[in-house]
């Protein structure tokens, strides 16, 4: 019997997606792709029928079976799209997914979140994600794009906190846990990669950049730094790892968040 796995990697033509379709084929999978382009599936994650797309022929392209999928496809722009790539263009496609990924021996499911995800979130927009109104989601969006450029970022946090809450809150229900899915997600810091060059072309930019994410641990990281870890998750290995944002970040989750992420459950007086 085959013990080759087939994946698919949403993202696949560039950065991260790029790195873990590559590493996935090199350690033998079966890779099935999706962007917008140079890819197995051509679909845009961005609109509902491009999911439906996206779903229906990847599906195909696996002939029917598929054992991971690992979402790598997002951007960072302050525009209210950002919002349907990150959040919707994840879970509706995972959820089309789903009933294909049960029937696999060692299904796994795994995204690219953010450590932004860390970053100020506006709420109203976390929570129209989180209550899977995009058009509400969409409309809330355009009160924070219409502004100056650090306003308008704050679509790109919520997206990717609202993505790692879903996780977390799906990951143990019937649907997902009960069907033998862990669902997790990896935070990556600063990746190298075209969506970043830009950002960190001059020096002030870079010092902007790492005030918000200090990396004390190698610095700015690879692709396959994110890569290794995504196809970890995404492996039979992880068996009882799910509603988990894994941050792959250089040390900028507990540069942050300092050493004490537990007592929030102790009584009070033990504070």
């Known amino acids: 019997m085959s013990t080759q796995r087939t994946v698919v990697i949403t993202g696949s033509a560039s950065g991260i997606g790029a790195a873990t379709a590559q590493l996935a084929r090199e350690q033998g999978d079966r890779v099935i792709g999706v962007d917008l382009r140079d890819a197995d599936v051509i679909a845009d994650l961005s609109t509902p029928e491009g999911r439906t797309q996206a779903a229906e022929q990847a599906v195909a392209a696996a002939d029917g079976r598929i054992d991971a999928v690992i979402a790598c496809a997002g951007i960072a722009a302050p525009i209210p799209k950002t919002l349907s790539i990150n959040y919707f263009g994840v879970v509706e496609l995972l959820q089309a997914l789903r009933p294909t990924l049960a029937e696999s021996a060692a299904p796994r499911v795994v995204a690219v979140s953010s450590m932004a995800s860390l970053q100020p979130a506006p709420a109203e927009l976390v929570e129209a994600l989180l209550a899977g109104d995009e058009a509400l989601a969409l409309e809330r969006a355009e ?86 870890l995504l196809l970890f998750l995404a492996s ?3 068996t009882h790892t799910t509603g988990q944002t894994v941050y792959c970040d250089g040390g ?13 459950n102790d009584p009070q007086s033990q504070r």
């Open 252 to 264: 900028a989750d507990a540069v942050l968040r300092g050493d004490d992420i537990w007592s929030w």
């Open 236 to 238: 039979p290995a992880t």
């Open 143 to 228: 009160a924070y794009t219409s502004q100056d450029q650090q306003t308008a970022y704050a679509v790109y946090p919520a997206s990717k906190r609202a993505l790692s809450r879903w996780l977390r809150r799906a990951s143990v229900t019937d649907e997902w846990a009960g069907a033998g899915i862990p669902l997790n997600a990896v935070a990556p810091g600063t990746v190298l990669t075209p969506m970043t060059k830009e950002l960190l072309a001059t020096e002030e930019s870079r010092a902007f950049v790492d005030q918000s994410v200090p990396m004390p641990l190698n610095y700015h990281q690879p692709p396959e730094s994110v890569a290794t």
